[in-house]
């Protein structure tokens, strides 16, 4: 197959969904598969490993400069012709999406789009409520458009059906177990957090509200004024526009800024407990990688984090917001006890069975039956206008 991938950010590591369209497209690779890659924001100085990766033109997008606002140009539709993809998948479901998406739609190539982000939960958090309604609308003729919507779990595709979006399939979400191992851990590392003796408390992702981050300040500052406060050390691993906020409110924290490579596995691993109350996350990879790195982990009722939770019974499930529960499962894993060495066993062991080659195949697969049978149509036709 010739898959044409369209993500709005293709920087490695930059975030979840990003790590995941990286294993999506080597797993292609690995398979014979061809894939050419779009975006505005692409790594600078890397050449994907001969993969072909085109940068369109962008403007950085306000109040949210790490991300970039593109442009499908006529230039992008000559690509796209020259390349003759036989589907095509969208990451991001933006304005440069809906040109991929009409494109294909036009030159009757299947389409499918991936569901990693709920943009439309983090409205809310910038007093945008009344924008959520239209978002969906727009949502649900964007996906009702594509042969295929691929859900990262069960709830997701539940609450996508929900707005009568139609073709769901899953395609979760795997883990590099060579990568994210609990013998990664350090204690040098963990002498230089001055962490020594210290229950390590981890969180993982971007520095702004919309990842709940005043729950991990009020968690801290709950810490920082009670007994425990030399028991434990913060660690935050990411950046993000409230990163000032939370140094001035966490000065005995220890900030990371953004771990790629083998250092952000180094770092889960010298962690002991992952503190992540996000509640607007589609599949919560970060919980995932903390899990395969040892660290059970303490998430929201609400969003992907909790899914991964329950199944692999690695962690505790929190009331969304309730900073008195999230505290209070942080103290009741400090120090090695038995239930934290019984959640630290089922995480590893969950983990152990999220590869990206079982998780990937099944995308690979059902891509090619979408193929096939858009050929078929196609042969049918021509034979129909010759009789």
């Known amino acids: 197959m010739k898959i044409a991938l369209y993500a709005g950010t ?29 975006s505005p924001d692409v790594t600078k100085g890397d050449n994907h490993s001969g993969l072909t990766v085109r940068r369109m033109p962008s403007v950085p997008i306000p109040l949210y400069p790490d991300y970039k606002l593109g442009f499908f140009t006529n230039e992008t539709r000559r690509q796209l012709d020259a390349f003759a993809p036989d589907i095509v ?66 709830s997701v595709r539940h609450k996508l059906a929900g707005y009568a979006i139609r073709n769901i399939e899953i395609w979760s979400r795997g883990v590099d177990k060579e990568l994210f191992d609990p013998f990664r851990r350090s204690e040098k590392l963990r002498s230089e ?54 140094k001035r409110r966490m000065p005995e924290a220890v900030f990371t800024s953004y771990l790629t490579g083998e250092e952000l596995p180094e770092a889960y691993a010298s962690g002991d407990i992952f503190l992540f109350p996000s509640t607007t996350e589609a599949f919560c990879n970060v919980a995932l990688e903390a899990l395969a790195s040892g660290l059970p982990v303490i998430v929201s009722d609400v969003g992907g984090c909790r899914d991964i939770a329950d199944r692999s019974a690695a962690g505790f499930v929190v009331h969304e917001g309730c900073v008195d529960d999230f505290y209070g499962k942080c103290l009741a894993l400090l120090g090695d006890s038995l239930r934290y060495r019984e959640l630290r066993a089922c995480g590893l062991a969950y983990a152990e069975m999220q ?13 090619q039956e979408l193929v096939d049978r858009a050929k078929r149509s196609a042969e049918e036709r021509v034979l129909s206008f010759e009789g």
């Open 10 to 38: 293709y920087v490695r590591d930059k975030d979840g969904a990003v790590k995941s369209i990286y294993q999506l497209v080597s797993s292609f690779r690995k398979k014979g598969h061809r894939v050419a890659v779009w």
């Open 89 to 154: 998948h969208i990451s991001t479901p933006d304005i440069i999406g809906r040109k991929f998406l009409l494109y294909a739609r036009n030159k009757n190539i299947p389409v499918a789009s991936a569901f990693h982000t709920d943009f439309p939960s983090y409205f809310s958090y910038y007093r945008l409520g009344f924008a959520v309604k239209h978002a969906w609308k727009y949502l649900t003729w964007f996906y009702n458009n594509c042969n295929m919507v691929l859900a990262p779990n069960e």
């Open 193 to 246: 957090w001055n962490a020594t003796g210290r229950t390590v408390i981890v969180y993982a992702g971007r520095f702004v509200l919309y990842k709940d981050i005043e729950v991990v300040m009020s968690v801290y500052d709950r810490f920082m004024q009670g007994e425990y406060a030399d028991q434990v050390r913060f660690v935050m691993i990411g950046s993000g526009p409230e990163e000032e906020e939370m």
């Open 355 to 367: 590869s990206w080659s079982a998780v990937n195949g099944f995308v690979i697969d059902r891509y």
